[in-house]
Nanobody, 114 residues
Framework: VQLVESGGGLVQAGGSLKLSCVTS????????MSWWRQRPGKDREYVAT????????YYTRAVQGRFTISRDNAQNAIYLDMNRLKPEDTAVYFC????????WGQGTQVTVSS
């Protein structure tokens, strides 16, 4: 099982980034998928989820209305569109496959300057 994130970088406050997570080694369409993040000096925290079947999405309140999670089952990938970024969004962002055998990517750094 592999989850590989990309798309992080340095952006000014108010800007946008799109993160990608390409997966392999499992039946992607059978799993809901999530994004998490770890801000400097803090525990890893939940960001967003997309369900496996109907693509319903859920967000933590801090990103609701600014971030959009999506998936492409043909590409075995999920994405996170991040808009109106704030300095407090600075974090390492992780792709996550929940379940009895959870899997994590290595993370991608997002830095938002004020």
């Amino acid at each position: 099982v592999q989850l590989v994130e990309s798309g992080g970088g340095l952006v000014q406050a108010g800007g946008s980034l799109k993160l990608s997570c390409v997966t392999s080694g499992f039946e992607f369409r059978d799993y809901g998928m999530s994004w998490w993040r770890q801000r400097p000096g803090k525990d890893r925290e939940y960001v967003a989820t997309i369900t496996r079947s109907n693509g319903h999405t859920y967000y933590t309140r801090a990103v609701q209305g600014r971030f959009t999670i999506s998936r492409d089952n043909a590409q075995n990938a999920i994405y996170l569109d991040m808009n109106r970024l704030k300095p407090e969004d600075t974090a390492v962002y992780f792709c996550h496959r929940p379940g009895p055998e959870p899997a994590w990517g290595q993370g991608t750094q997002v830095t938002v300057s004020s």
